[in-house]
């Protein structure tokens, strides 16, 4: 049953809007059924209304035989608009079930929130600039109590190593390790022949053509094969950890694990860095001899320089340090990267978008964390002589 047929009135008839001048005031005649049906053929009107330089309005309805909420809403908020114009407004005509419903309406409206501003575009961007600091902060701060939550759990885990599981162990070994072979293989290999091939093309002006293997070996030695390899790693296993746990989460499996009294740390996380703390090195260490053999690759074909030529002038180029310094850079890179990826997991809340979302952000996180740990590391390297 409709508001007008609450009314006990006829909804069915047409409506009208007439202005009578009386004097200084305007009289505004609501005739008519004032429903839905018929609002769209004076709400033009309402919203452009003419005074007519009246001083005051009289709102009469007492020809009105019908109204509904919409109507009733529309009315007060011309009225509203009157005000709004310094003009005094006064109801008269009404029958008292249209008045309560007025009343209501009026209640309801005046409980509505102002119409936002629109901000200044300088001050928009100033908003959002301090947000996405608050937010990138706060991200920050959750990330480093992590990062000690972390540190923590794997201490304990060296002191009393009979706490680490060894089958999701080995498992991850697997998967983020020997599964990853082909592929960081490929890719320093392919390193190594750019390498190679633009040293050579830029050092053949200089005459200095023997010097592109120390080129490559520094190259791949020190950087390329611990940073391919890392950024590898973060787009390919700390992305699947991300994934997992995150399913883990939307399936509620974590909450069900700490309700047996397990603790996550131990199940999911450690786990998973522990295996790419130990396989990362393996990884480091495959990438610099396969981004060698690219290069060697390479220098027999563009210099034609034998693999025995190239191993004697190897010995030459590098040290145990050169060495050293991809291998140092490994742990710690590996303990980022997973750090990154169960971390972003364990956030993902109970729905679909939220792992995809997550996921997304591991990888760039990790990479990020890993590039600039990586600068900070050649810088310290190379201050310390190492």
Partial sequence: MSAAEDLGLEAGTASALE?????AALRLCFVGAWTTRELARHDAA?????????????????????????GAWVLDRTLDDLKHRGVPVTLVGCSPAIETLMGTIAHQHADLPPPPRPDNPLIAVALRIGRETVRIAKEGTDLLSFLGLTITVFARSLLMPWRIRPVPLIAHMEQTGLNALPIVGLISFLVGVVLAYQG??????????????????????????????AIIVAGRSGSSFTAQIG???????????????????????????????LVLPLLTFYADIMGL?????????????????FARQLSDAVTVNTFLVGLIKAPLFAFIIGMIGCYEGLQVSRSAESVGRQTTRAVV??????????????????????
């Fill in 19 to 23: 202005l009578r001048r009386e004097g």
């Fill in 46 to 70: 309402l919203r452009g209304l003419d005074l007519q330089g009246a001083q005051e309005v009289l709102a009469d309805l007492s020809a009105c035989n019908a109204i509904d909420s919409a």
């Fill in 200 to 229: 050579a093309d830029q050092l053949e002006r200089f005459g200095a053509q023997i010097y592109t293997v120390n080129l490559v070996a520094v190259g791949v030695l020190r950087e390329m094969g611990i940073l391919l390899t």
């Fill in 247 to 277: 399913t883990m989460k939307v399936n509620e499996e974590v909450d069900a694990m700490q309700t047996l009294g397990l603790d996550p740390m131990e199940v999911l996380v450690m786990p998973r860095v522990f295996a790419l703390v």
């Fill in 293 to 309: 053999l690219g290069g060697a690759v390479m220098a027999t074909v563009v210099l034609d320089i034998s693999f025995f030529q």
């Fill in 365 to 386: 996180e990790a990479i990020f964390l890993v590039i600039v740990l990586d600068a900070l590391l050649s810088i310290f390297f190379s201050v310390i002589g190492f």
